[in-house]
């Protein structure tokens, strides 16, 4: 699909181009501006058709008393991450297994429930609610001021899109990014999926990320490389035309959300931390049409490629055995895959 300049030129009163009702400069005009301006200073095309609008944030959700809560969700805060914390022991490892199957539940739920018309905050609710049923906190809610309880990314949005009002149409593509903290743990796991029926070049994006995600954790080797991940996984996308977002990674992932070791997407020679036997963390490429730059909307969450074509991603939570990889946020049902040496512990 090529890519469009820009749109036709509105006045400041005008209705907004997007179909929300709106005038253009309460709408999408500022938003606009600054394409121009990026088109300009990196020479990039603007793909206007994917051009997403931003929608009303509804309040957060509450979550009962009762639930078990990460410490930020009181404080709005982050996380401090302490080596003795992060290390999980057997039982913690098998509890984890439990933890990750959850929050594959809840991110199932959510997929069923998309399709043209339901909007990003509609997901919300069904993720806020399944966590809840579960048992568990959802992390992303009021993590460093995050206001809402599941990230949600259409089209150009690469990641933490925060979701709002806005109706899913069809031929869009939206990423669920789910995470819940229970007992004491965080499991995490995403995909991107089609609203309705999509074009053949958003459904290649899909294949080819779900694919450099599976090539990604196949490189996962006992004393092998971080960096091996990051390699397997450009490699691939770079043969398909497409690149590898390089501002956000995979990470370890337990008793804190985000922790050691970063897990680049991209190759970097640079990166020489080992992969040890009882090591958790997710592998989640984001992977662009176009260029792998990004830019960050006012919110400063709503991450979106600078280009403005069309991103993805896909995220397994992982477990580093004596033999190989487990992966613990698998469907139901799904057994492990057969990825050279993979054994379950």
Not at 29 to 46: A, G, K, W, Y
Not at 92 to 97: G, S
Not at 233 to 257: D, P
């Amino acid at each position: 699909m090529k890519a469009k300049t820009m749109i036709k030129k509105l006045s400041r009163n005008d209705l907004c181009w997007c179909g929300s009702g709106k005038k253009y400069k309460k709408c999408h005009m500022e938003h606009d501006i600054s394409s121009e301006r990026l088109q300009t200073s990196f020479n990039v095309p603007i793909a206007s058709k994917h051009l997403v609008s931003k929608g009303q944030v509804s309040p957060p959700r509450v979550v009962p008393a009762h639930i078990k809560r990460p410490d930020y969700a009181e404080t709005g805060g982050g996380e401090q991450e302490s080596s003795a914390k992060v290390k999980l022991n057997a039982s913690e490892i098998e509890q984890m297994r439990h933890t990750c199957h959850a929050a594959r539940r809840v991110l199932d739920k959510a997929i069923k429930a998309v399709h043209p018309g339901v909007t990003t905050d509609h997901l919300d609710a069904i993720v806020h609610d399944a966590c809840i049923a579960e048992g568990g906190y959802p992390s992303p809610l009021n993590y460093n001021g995050f206001p809402k309880s599941v990230c949600t990314s259409v089209n150009e949005v690469i990641c933490h899109g925060i979701p709002d009002d806005r109706p899913l149409k069809n031929g869009d593509i939206v990423n669920i990014d789910v995470t819940i903290f229970l007992n004491g743990l965080h499991g995490d796991c995403s995909e991107t999926v089609p609203v309705g029926r999509i074009d053949q070049a958003s459904r290649n994006l899909l294949t080819v990320t779900h694919e450099s995600m599976m090539r990604g954790i196949a490189a996962i080797k006992p004393n092998g490389l971080i960096r091996d991940i990051g390699r397997a996984i450009e490699t691939y996308v770079k043969e398909h035309g497409y690149s590898a977002v390089r501002a956000y990674c995979g990470h370890g992932i337990g008793k804190l959300f985000h922790s050691s070791p970063i897990v680049p997407h991209f190759y970097d020679p640079s990166e020489h931390t080992k992969i040890k036997p009882g090591m958790i963390f997710t592998v989640e490429p984001m992977i662009n049409m176009g260029v792998w730059k990004h830019t960050i909307w006012k919110d400063d969450w709503t991450a979106v490629t600078l280009d403005l074509q069309r991103s993805a991603q896909f995220e397994h939570t992982v477990l580093v055995t004596q033999n190989g990889v487990d992966i613990l946020t698998l469907p139901e049902q799904q057994s492990q895959p057969l990825l050279g040496q993979n054994n379950n512990t």
